[in-house]
């Protein structure tokens, strides 16, 4: 199989715009997240998607490849989707975050594992939660897993509920996880997620990957141990800067 690496990269971003060409010690944001996923043992070949000039003159800039695509986009699956029907010879595309610039590329080895499976339709990452402010917090995705490793739902309120037992207790109790908003699709997979549309489920939570469940996809999850930080705020990269640099 060929995996293609794909990282969505948009400008007008609500809460940080034009973040992916933030200066990280030197090099932008996308540069830091394209060189380390480029350091992913499973992948064919990598390539940043935006809607943006700037960003596509910046990629280009350290050598890196870049496609122009739509700005009509929802999300950034559909972006993949544009990307992936150029590169016609691939069967895997895993779709990237453009905003964690220190992703750990084993964690898209270990994703890319998950199609050893050939009946693997959609893949992603989750990982285990051992603080309660990460368990009771709404922004963080929670998942229930099967016996088969699959995606049962997806929830930011924390999934399962422990009747009868106090909250203080519940990590003792129970393993719960989170959500590690990276995945990978089987490329036909892909194409036909686009043509869904919005559901339920999904309206209902403001989280995609619930319109592929409600229509019946299976989502195979790998553990994984390597924690992801993500810069959404201005705060997260003062948080980057102290955590990596020292600053």
Not at 122 to 137: C, G, H, P, S, Y
């Amino acid at each position: 199989m060929k995996f293609l690496g794909i990282i969505p990269a948009r400008y007008a971003s609500s809460r940080f715009p034009g973040k992916p060409l933030i200066d990280i010690e030197g090099k932008t944001m996308i540069q830091r997240v394209y060189e380390q996923v480029k350091k992913s043992t499973k992948l064919n070949e990598v390539v940043v998607a935006t809607d943006d000039s700037r960003i596509e003159q910046a990629v280009l800039s350290f050598g890196g490849n870049v496609v122009m695509t739509s700005g009509h986009h929802q999300s950034g699956t559909d972006r993949c989707a544009e990307v992936i029907a150029q590169y016609q010879d691939y069967d895997i595309a895993v779709n990237i975050q453009g905003d964690e610039p220190f992703i750990n590329p084993e964690q898209i080895d270990l994703l890319a594992s998950c199609f050893a499976d050939p009946n693997t339709q959609i893949a992603t990452l989750v990982k285990e939660i051992i603080q309660d402010d990460e368990l009771f917090n709404v922004n963080i995705p929670k998942v229930v897993r099967n016996a088969r490793g699959e995606a049962i739902y997806f929830s930011r309120q924390t999934i399962p509920f422990l009747r009868g037992v106090q909250k203080e207790e519940w990590l003792r109790k129970q393993k719960f996880y989170k959500h590690i908003g990276i995945y990978a699709y089987q490329v036909d997979t892909l194409k036909a997620l686009t043509h869904l549309p919005i559901s339920m489920l999904e309206e209902a939570e403001a989280l995609e990957q619930l319109r592929w469940l409600e229509n019946g996809y299976a989502i195979k999850t790998a553990i994984t141990n390597h924690e992801t930080v993500a810069v959404d705020t201005r705060e997260d990269l003062d948080k980057i800067l102290k955590l990596f640099f020292n600053k």
